[in-house]
């Protein structure tokens, strides 16, 4: 057996194992030639970063290393390192993902959806913002794979009723059909088939998609294509609608994608972000979920319209709609028409969990809205924040029977027992993405430990060779960084490495750490490239059998211009939120802190 073929079958399929194993020992002189607590601190962070780009181990399971490492490793106590596991930022996404399971479990996400496509053009411009606009705002409350999942079966019945002629334009023969369980699996006619209610099984891997299980997804999908299937596309005719699935599925993967930043609780690299804040300036720098909306909505519209500007450019082009065009468009939203009745009247169990999901929204944007008194401030003693909030709704979630029957005694009707709550334990146990909850903690972990240890600080320092290039350059310098990372890393495990970092290095070079801190956060959910970058991304890439090029193609462009929009309004419309104009009070301690520690170490240092 030669060389190549060694390294084929007995190394690359066990690559993960050899990571697993090598990477400690080759870092091994880090901690044992380096000196303090920084280049142990070092250790373990260089680790859990490889391990969560590569993913040697779950992501979930590369969060608990601290728990073992840093006390170890003389860092920090054992219960030191748990309590970050269950900050009052980890609360309050576990509390918006019940709200958002809530949601699910009713379908009135699917409700909102066909509603807006029922508002919007059926011609398939019109359709793909109607679309993107629905994937945008899902994505801001729900899991950003929950919600793309929901949308990739209507977009594929959408586009077979496009293409349909004559007789049959109403007899629906699409290459999507209804799976009564499960998840999504390619089916033995050369489909995908994906259930209208997959968000509910998807939605426990969030943002923590694994890279071989996209791959597998792809692969057996690319298997499972015909000859027949690929005759289908030889004509003209069927090139347009492979054409307009692949246009219109990667549309709502970067709505997706952008729709995610747009509230506190879209995405988890936000989360971190807050999480991080809150250890190291506590609610000094003024984010909260009013103004991460007041800055960040304007821009996850901005770029949303851009995506749909620049998929069309290049998938598209700018035709005027034909006559026949018009002819199916009506076909089209009498599908959609139809599809909405199926849904029925709106029951009991939608209208409470819409009224409770808006009194959420409302509770969280006016708990401390900087423009006019929050309702918190009337609660003395002691700071109340977003988790008691979300808790509130979801107790009540978990209170309110989703059919009511308390008049049946009256009535004289048989009473078959109490009725479901809107939400239920057993639901919350089996779909809840307890790993991500752990990925945040992880992050929070690294963040105390680098914190304690000196080692963010000494970064900063490093970093301070920068100070050089105008603030701007930095920041656009960081994202475009930050976006080629999130690419093949997770955006949660991005966001956890470097915001400790980006923090230390904006008190070095006296800016306002959101300067730096913000758009990062941002640029983590600018993924559009490669199928692994996200489970959006994935979902569409095996859903439409798309070639891997066009969407690096496609995707390449759209990660430059949100980098380039998110720096601008950072410049600019940030400063007027967050006041970038001088360096803020609130970070002095911080300067502080730095000076005394590089004090002591010199003084160690001089020493006899």
């Known amino acids: ?93 576990i509390g918006g993902l019940m709200v958002a399971l809530t949601i699910e479990h009713c379908n009135l996400h699917k409700r909102i959806a066909l509603r807006v496509l ?40 959408v586009v077979q009723e496009l293409f349909k002629d004559g007789d049959e334009e109403m007899k629906r023969d699409p290459n999507v059909r209804m799976v009564p369980d499960g998840m999504s699996t390619c089916s033995s006619n050369n489909t995908l088939e994906i259930d209208l209610d997959s968000s509910e099984g998807v939605s426990q891997n969030l943002e923590a998609v694994s890279i071989d299980s996209i791959a597998d997804v792809g692969k057996s999908c690319q298997e499972l294509t015909s000859p027949t299937d690929q005759r289908s596309y030889s004509s003209p005719t069927s090139e347009y609608k492979q054409t307009i699935r692949t246009c219109t599925l990667m549309s709502i993967a970067y709505a997706s994608n952008i729709g995610g930043t747009g509230s506190l609780i879209g995405s988890s690299p936000q989360l971190a972000l807050k999480g991080i804040l809150d250890e190291l300036y506590g609610s000094a720098p003024g984010l909260n979920f009013a103004s991460w909306m007041a800055f960040n909505v304007p821009g996850m519209l901005i770029n949303t319209f851009l995506a749909w500007i620049w998929l069309q450019c290049l998938f598209l082009g700018f035709k005027r709609t034909s006559a026949d065009a018009n ?3 009506a076909v089209v939203k009498k599908l959609i028409r139809t599809k909405y009745e199926e849904l029925g009247p709106m029951t009991f169990h939608e209208l409470a969990t819409l009224v409770l999901f808006i009194l959420c ?27 008691t909030a979300v808790m509130t709704i979801v107790l009540l979630l978990f209170i309110i029977p989703a059919k009511p029957k308390f008049w049946n005694c009256h009535t004289g009707e048989r009473n078959e027992g109490p009725s479901p709550a809107l939400l239920e334990w057993k639901l919350v146990q089996d779909r809840l993405p307890w790993g991500i909850v752990l990925l945040l903690g992880g992050g929070f972990a690294l963040s105390d430990a680098s914190k304690a240890s000196g080692l963010s600080s000494w970064l900063g320092d490093q970093l301070a060779v920068l100070s050089f290039l105008p603030p701007f350059a930095i920041m656009l310098i960081i994202c475009i ?44 959910s600018y993924a559009f490239m490669l199928p692994v970058a996200t489970p959006p991304n994935a979902i569409v890439f095996a859903a439409g059998k798309m070639n891997p090029v066009d969407m690096v193609k496609a995707g390449l462009l759209m990660n ?14 940030g400063s007027f939120i967050f006041g970038f104009d001088e360096f803020p009070d609130w970070a002095l301690p911080q300067v502080k802190n730095a000076t005394m520690t590089t004090l002591s170490q010199f003084s160690n240092c001089t020493s006899p």
């Open 560 to 573: 430059i211009v949100c980098v380039v929009v998110i720096c601008l309004l950072m410049a600019s419309f």
């Open 327 to 329: 002819a199916q468009a």
């Open 481 to 524: 960084m930050t976006a080629a990372i999130t690419e093949v890393a997770s955006n949660t495990a991005t966001a956890n490495v470097l915001l400790p970092i980006l923090a230390e290095m904006a008190v070095t070079i006296k800016v306002n750490p959101l300067f730096l801190m913000l758009p990062a956060t941002v640029t983590c």
């Open 361 to 387: 929204v409302a509770l969280w944007f006016f708990r401390d809205p900087q423009f006019i008194t929050g309702w918190a401030e009337f609660v003395p003693a002691v700071e109340v924040d977003d988790a």
């Open 118 to 157: 029922l508002l919007v053009g059926a011609s398939p411009r019109w359709l793909m913002l109607g679309f993107m606009l629905t994937t945008m705002f899902l994505s801001m409350w729900i899991s950003n794979t929950a919600t793309t999942a929901m949308m990739v079966p209507i977009v594929e019945a």
């Open 1 to 93: 057996m030669g060389l190549f073929e060694t390294l084929r079958f007995r190394v690359l399929p066990y690559w993960k194992t050899y990571i697993l194993v090598l990477l400690p020992l080759i870092l091994l002189p880090l901690p044992v030639i380096g000196q303090g607590k920084e280049a142990r601190a070092g250790y373990v962070i260089i680790i859990m970063a490889l391990y969560w780009m590569t993913e040697a181990l779950p992501l979930a399971v590369t969060s608990l290393l601290p728990v073992v490492l840093f006390p170890l490793l003389g860092i920090m106590s054992t219960g030191k390192v748990c309590t970050a596991y269950m900050k009052e930022t980890n609360m309050m996404f």
